[in-house]
């Protein structure tokens, strides 16, 4: 098993130029969810899915979309980006909301200029 | 609304010295807690966890926390650290909607 992969690992992008992380798990999890790591301020929930075609807001939603057409992936898109937006993201996921353990992707690092 | 409290953003300790590392949580409901630990440059890992039973919970690499439900507390423990154990340490508390809302983390620098 793989568990869960992201890519890519480092980004850079301009301010107003859109992108798509990407987040695949091979472990049949229901639960899958995008967190966003700064400095001082710990992780905070951007979006989260309980299951394929259903998606919901975390606490810092704005700026990014989120779709689950399959159990497996679970993308992350910046619409224009912002400054405010570098930071570290995190893909995580766990077999059902509410599971006793998260497992955690590796991380992408975006900087936006 | 659920919430944690990381008192100590950054603890420097001894090698073989005792630690603890602080954690206080707000719950409005059933109290579930967690610490995950983050080497550098890796994602998250699940270190132990209190979901019911007994207050002192044991977890991997000689950790242990304890559950104080009269002080909301679920402070983090080893009796004896190793410069291995440089990394940051998250409390977590599951929220109402079972997502789990972490703390700001605190640096643990083990020197020798």
């Known amino acids: 098993n793989a568990g869960v992969t992201q890519t890519p690992k480092f980004q850079v992008l301009k301010t107003g130029q859109s992108m798509t992380l990407q987040c695949a798990q091979d472990m049949n999890h229901e639960y899958m969810s995008w967190y966003r790591q700064d400095p001082g301020m710990g992780l905070r929930l951007i979006h989260y899915s309980v299951g394929a075609g259903i998606t919901d807001q975390g606490e810092v939603p704005n700026g990014y979309n989120v779709s689950r057409s399959t159990t497996e992936d679970f993308p992350l898109r910046l619409l224009s980006a912002a400054p405010s937006q570098t930071s570290v993201y995190f893909c995580?996921?766990?077999?059902?909301?509410?599971?006793?353990?998260?497992?955690f992707g590796s991380g992408t690092q975006l900087s936006v200029l | 609304a659920q919430s944690v409290t990381q008192l100590d953003s950054q603890v420097p300790v001894f090698e073989e010295a005792p630690v603890e590392l602080r954690c206080n949580y707000s719950?409005?409901?059933?109290?579930?807690l967690f610490w995950y630990v983050q080497y550098p440059n890796q994602g998250l890992q699940l270190l132990l966890k209190?979901?019911?039973?007994?207050?002192l919970v044991k977890g991997i690499n000689g950790f242990e926390a304890e559950f104080n439900k009269s002080q909301t507390s679920f402070h983090l423990r080893k009796p004896s650290v190793h410069i291995s154990d440089t990394a940051e340490y998250f409390c977590?508390?599951?929220?109402?909607?079972?997502?789990?809302?972490f703390g700001k983390g605190t640096k643990l620098s083990v020197k020798p």
């Open positions: 977590a508390v599951r929220g109402s909607q079972g997502n789990l809302i």
């Open positions: 995580a996921s766990s077999y059902r909301v509410g599971s006793e353990k998260l497992f």
């Open positions: 719950s409005s409901v059933s109290v579930y």
């Open positions: 209190y979901l019911s039973g007994s207050t």
